[in-house]
């Protein structure tokens, strides 16, 4: 009984090892260029804002434009 007990131990130790040996594995880097944010986006959507109020004031029903 004892042997089997033995035997019944490596073999379970063995299928833990085989399944943990085939877990991926995630690694973090640094990466090589330096992140940059770009904020054009922004300035060009308050510049839409500003001629769009624009245009309101303009084609308002209060102008006399037409």
């Keep these: ?3 089997e007990r ?3 131990v490596t073999v ?3 299928l833990a090892s085989c399944i ?3 877990t991926p594995r995630v690694e973090v ?3 090589e260029k330096p992140i940059t ?3 054009n986006v922004k300035v060009e959507h308050e510049i ?3 001629i769009d109020k624009e245009l309101d004031e303009i084609f308002s029903e209060d ?3 037409f």
Excluded: H
């Design 48 to 50: 839409k804002v500003k």
């Design 6 to 8: 033995m035997l019944s």
């Design 29 to 31: 880097a640094v990466p």
């Design 63 to 65: 102008s006399e434009l």
């Design 12 to 14: 379970i130790s063995l």
């Design 37 to 39: 944010i770009n904020l």
């Design 20 to 22: 943990t040996a085939c």
């Design 1 to 3: 009984m004892n042997k």
